[in-house]
């Protein structure tokens, strides 16, 4: 069995908002990994004291350790406890309320001898290769779908769709989100090889359009997941003219967890 894992913040003075884990317990027999794309706040506050950084880790850690301590539970529930531990945390010292509260976006996917479990909420990847070569990307395209009107401005996408009917989902501080994620479950026999991606690591096809899923992941397992993350460092420096940048930031936060079995 193969695992690497790749995080790097997109600016080095920064904390990396990202989250990446790959759990393997004793025996062999299963395991699971976990990627969270930190939500950056706005300039002018957001609720919490505490950083976005700290939040993913802390929400990070909590799914990491349950998605293989409570291995009978469906991977929401367990999304659910521990957004609900994640917010007990600080609940006391922070404004939960606030749309702008510490959130992020989530892949989880966790195997046993038998099956492979995912799930997926917001604009983070999930690939998985059959052992045919067939690649699917398990993608929560609601952020993607909006219209861009409806995105004009910040205040108006945290009022009336983050979080909310009609817009689209994030971790934050209330574990009801969890039954929103994209879930599912298919025989271990019928995948090869896992690639969770945050849209950092995901503009190698997404935004720059070096191939599909499919060749991202064959790029991936030739080069590795750090391979993954410079060759995306590279198109981020060139592309000087922003003619796929746009208006998006250079760079952003990049993770890639990358399992073949």
Known sequence: MRTELASE???PFHPN???????LPAGGQGGALVVLDGVTPPPDGYGCRHSVAWFTSR??????????????????????????????AHTQTCDLSHPRTPQATVVVARWSPTTVEYLVLSDSALLFERPDGTVTAVLDDRLSLLPRSALATAAHVDSVLRNREGGFWTAAADPAVAVRAVTGTVPREEVRTLLALTDGAGRWTEMFHEGDWTDCLTFTRKSGTRGLVQRVRELEV??????????????DDASAVFVEF
């Open 17 to 23: 908002e990202d989250f990446a884990a790959v759990a």
């Open 238 to 251: 060139t592309d000087t003219d922003r003619a796929f940048l746009r208006r998006a930031k250079t760079h």
């Open 59 to 88: 929400l990070g850690g909590s799914l990491t350790e349950l998605s293989v301590s409570e291995w009978d539970s469906p991977l929401s529930d367990v999304l659910s406890q521990a957004i609900s531990r994640t917010a007990r």
């Open 9 to 11: 913040p997109g600016n």
